[in-house]
């Protein structure tokens, strides 16, 4: 084996190939993982004979007869012992003794698509050689700067290793098989469940094109199902038409580092699908997946996405995704353990993030600019003839973002944060809640396009540290139940700064500066707003700096329908007469500043408590 080995392997099997003596080289075991070496089809023989000689010198597999022999070679090497090598492995064939070197020769270093007659050269179809050395498995080498095109979906195997190197591999035709590109087993297989299907794979610096300038139809880079540790790096996936940059279904321990997803085409005639993903992240389920593995509803858990971007290719028809990260179906289960870390998002006709049966999801240090929506948590309302009982209303838990900001200028209808829950058929009331999120750090900075958060049917929500500049409205909260807004700032609103409109028990609003709000209100709204049978909440410690331009009449406003609400502590800054209109138990302590004036509204038996610091 040491003797062959110190030939070019690319040479050796391209000796190998004259044969009519052999068909094809064997299949391969594992190849070598940590080879501190990338493989160039260039390679000299003298390299390669160096190369080897290092790397097994390196892990102390070289005995001091193999040394002497190689340093030998080294020395006295000859290129015209090429064909000597020819007769040699021609009666190793005969022998039988050739199949299980070159098993282990290649096995142990992997192979070179170019040595199964891949051109990389932007024009021919590539996609047979490629899966010839896709079909070893281990480690699979590409040309940096070439473009290899292909034409049908290639099948990645358990314990293969792809090392782009910065090349490209192109779409050549309308692709069948789902417009996927790559796919982790054999196409229609669907034997693997849970997650025993093909794993152990990864991607290295390599673009994966769809083309969809070229071949304008549904199309998908890369599809998984059922696979377990899956490792995709430096790797962009670009131009997709309809379908997803990446497609994770039923998975698990799947990590995304340092990748680029750059281009996609809504291909419907009236533009409805904005909300596809660059990365999805689903169950398996027929309608996400319908062509690999069984269709169990496998959740995928354990996702780490780091270091990512999502915008415009240079494609002529293409704009960034609808969606950088989510997902749009659910099972009996939910997707869990989702971690985004370090990303940047540009230019999204959605929301950067669509979390839909989701459990214990981190979202940290995330810049996304220009997208419509920044986070919605999705729901499915039940109806009397499916009360959500397989997906449990598709409802999110245990969600924390921190340090984001989202730069939003284009025109939206959407919120940057939206939460609504899952209603039952009466549309009134909750199936299912969104629950446990903790929103921290958070900075929304808009032209006065958007609410900023809006929550409905949610429970145990705490939001603090966020700054909210230029909104139509900070928050719209109604049918949430222990929800806390602490030391924030929302400053510059066209309406009310946070607005509890309706059902919402057990809240607190604390530490707060409520700066410059109303601005643009035509009627009398205030800074505070708390309305619609809300109840038990304290309102304490914030400070409300009004501008010239304000037009509220109040600094925060209790409606009639509301109860048990304490204001204290509170701070008024501006320079005219505010007032606070309650009725059914409202407290109001030691709230301080110029001219503060309580009006009381309402009839009855009604409970308004000052106490001698209040007015």
Known sequence: IIYVSIFNLREMIFVIRKFDKIEKIPPIGNLLRNVPY?????????????????????????????????????????????????????????????????????????????????????????????????????????????????????????????????????????????????????????????YNGEGNIRFYDVVIDSNVDEFPTVSSPVALNHGYDMLFQNCTFKNVGNGHGIDINGCRDVKLKNCNFLGYRDLTEAQTRVYAEAIQISASLEDSFPYLGGWDGTPTINVEIDGCYVGDSDGLTTRPFGVAVGNHSASQQKNRNIRVTNCHFVGGLYCAFRLYAMDNVYISDIQVDDYKGLVFFHAINSTDDDPCKLNLGATCENVTIRNVVFNQKVMSNYPAIRAWGSFNSDGTTFYKLHRDITIENLTVKSDRNITAFDFDGCEDVYLNALSVLNTFRGFLIKNVKNIKIKNSLIESTDERAIYIQANVKDFIIDSNIIKSFCETATNAVSGINVTGASEDGLITNNIFKKSLLTKSDFDFYVSTASKNINALNNINARSYVPYAVGRNGVNLTNNSGGSFVIRVGGVGNDTINIDEMGV
């Not at 010198?57 to 290129?79: A, G, V």
Request: hydrophobic share 35%; net charge negative; with cysteine.
């Open 38 to 194: 990338s493989f160039n089809d260039d390679l000299t023989a003298m390299e390669f004979c160096q190369t080897v000689y290092k790397y097994l010198e390196s892990i102390n597999q070289l005995t001091d007869e193999m040394r002497e022999y190689l340093n030998h070679f080294i020395e006295t090497f000859d290129e015209k012992l090429y064909e000597t090598l020819h007769d040699v492995i021609s009666d190793m064939i005969d022998s039988g003794l050739f199949n299980t070197l070159i098993e282990q020769l290649v096995g142990f270093f992997g192979c070179h698509v170019s040595w199964f007659g891949a051109k990389g050269d932007g024009k021919t179809d590539d996609t047979d050689s490629i899966q010839k050395a896709l079909d070893y498995g281990g480690s699979v080498y590409f040309s940096s700067g070439k473009t290899y095109r292909v034409s049908k979906s290639l099948e990645v195997m358990k314990n293969t290793y792809i090392y782009g190197q910065g090349c490209v591999i192109q779409r050549a035709t309308l692709l069948d098989r789902g417009g996927y590109i790559f796919i982790n087993g054999r196409w229609m297989d669907k034997t693997a469940t849970l």
